[in-house]
Protein backbone atom coordinates (compact mmCIF):
# COMPACT_ATOMS: atom_id res chain seq x y z
CA UNK A 1 0.00 0.00 0.00
CA UNK A 2 2.73 2.28 0.77
CA UNK A 3 4.84 1.49 -2.69
CA UNK A 4 1.39 2.22 -4.22
CA UNK A 5 1.31 5.83 -2.57
CA UNK A 6 4.70 6.33 -2.84
CA UNK A 7 4.31 5.83 -6.92
CA UNK A 8 1.45 7.93 -7.01
CA UNK A 9 3.34 10.81 -5.73
CA UNK A 10 6.52 10.39 -7.42
CA UNK A 11 4.88 10.60 -10.45
CA UNK A 12 1.23 10.99 -10.65
CA UNK A 13 0.31 13.76 -8.70
CA UNK A 14 -0.12 17.18 -9.73
CA UNK A 15 2.93 18.22 -7.87
CA UNK A 16 4.89 15.37 -8.59
CA UNK A 17 8.88 15.26 -8.13
CA UNK A 18 9.48 16.31 -11.66
CA UNK A 19 7.76 19.09 -11.88
CA UNK A 20 8.69 20.23 -8.11
CA UNK A 21 12.60 19.69 -9.71
CA UNK A 22 11.61 22.01 -12.25
CA UNK A 23 10.33 24.60 -10.86
CA UNK A 24 13.22 24.93 -8.15
CA UNK A 25 15.59 25.33 -10.90
CA UNK A 26 13.63 28.00 -12.88
CA UNK A 27 12.95 29.91 -8.89
CA UNK A 28 17.17 29.82 -9.15
CA UNK A 29 17.12 31.23 -12.26
CA UNK A 30 14.64 33.90 -11.50
CA UNK A 31 16.61 34.91 -8.58
CA UNK A 32 20.24 34.96 -10.24
CA UNK A 33 18.51 37.85 -12.97
CA UNK A 34 16.88 39.30 -10.14
CA UNK A 35 20.59 39.41 -8.38
CA UNK A 36 21.83 40.54 -11.68
CA UNK A 37 19.42 43.12 -12.50
CA UNK A 38 19.62 44.70 -8.70
CA UNK A 39 23.36 45.20 -9.22
CA UNK A 40 22.55 47.10 -12.45
CA UNK A 41 19.68 49.38 -10.74
CA UNK A 42 22.31 50.46 -8.09
CA UNK A 43 25.45 51.21 -10.51
CA UNK A 44 22.93 53.27 -12.63
CA UNK A 45 21.59 55.09 -10.03
CA UNK A 46 25.19 55.67 -9.06
CA UNK A 47 25.99 56.92 -12.55
CA UNK A 48 23.05 59.04 -12.69
CA UNK A 49 23.82 60.70 -9.17
CA UNK A 50 26.84 61.22 -10.18
CA UNK A 51 25.69 63.20 -13.50
CA UNK A 52 23.70 65.08 -11.99
CA UNK A 53 26.50 66.26 -9.28
CA UNK A 54 29.46 66.58 -11.57
CA UNK A 55 29.59 68.34 -14.08
CA UNK A 56 32.67 66.74 -15.84
CA UNK A 57 31.35 62.83 -15.78
CA UNK A 58 28.96 64.47 -17.73
CA UNK A 59 31.60 65.51 -20.40
CA UNK A 60 33.55 62.25 -20.10
CA UNK A 61 30.26 60.29 -20.79
CA UNK A 62 29.20 62.23 -23.56
CA UNK A 63 32.59 61.90 -25.01
CA UNK A 64 32.72 58.48 -24.16
CA UNK A 65 28.88 57.33 -25.27
CA UNK A 66 28.27 59.03 -28.19
CA UNK A 67 31.44 60.27 -29.36
CA UNK A 68 31.08 64.14 -28.92
CA UNK A 69 34.24 66.28 -29.25
CA UNK A 70 35.05 69.55 -29.00
CA UNK A 71 36.15 72.00 -31.87
CA UNK A 72 39.41 71.07 -33.32
CA UNK A 73 39.92 67.63 -31.71
CA UNK A 74 40.15 64.39 -33.24
CA UNK A 75 38.36 60.93 -32.63
CA UNK A 76 40.31 57.91 -32.78
CA UNK A 77 38.15 54.62 -32.26
CA UNK A 78 39.75 51.39 -31.77
CA UNK A 79 38.27 48.05 -32.83
CA UNK A 80 39.64 44.90 -30.67
CA UNK A 81 40.52 42.04 -33.24
CA UNK A 82 39.71 39.61 -31.13
CA UNK A 83 35.93 41.02 -30.72
CA UNK A 84 35.93 41.83 -34.33
CA UNK A 85 36.93 37.95 -34.93
CA UNK A 86 34.46 36.62 -32.44
CA UNK A 87 31.32 38.02 -33.90
CA UNK A 88 31.70 36.86 -37.14
Known sequence: MSVGFF????????RDFFQQKERSAE???????KKYYQLEIDKTKKQLNN???NPASVEKFA??????????????????????????
Open 63 to 88: RERYLLKREGEEVYLFEDTMLAQNKK
Open 7 to 14: VWMLFFDQ
Open 27 to 33: LKKVEAA
Open 51 to 53: LQN
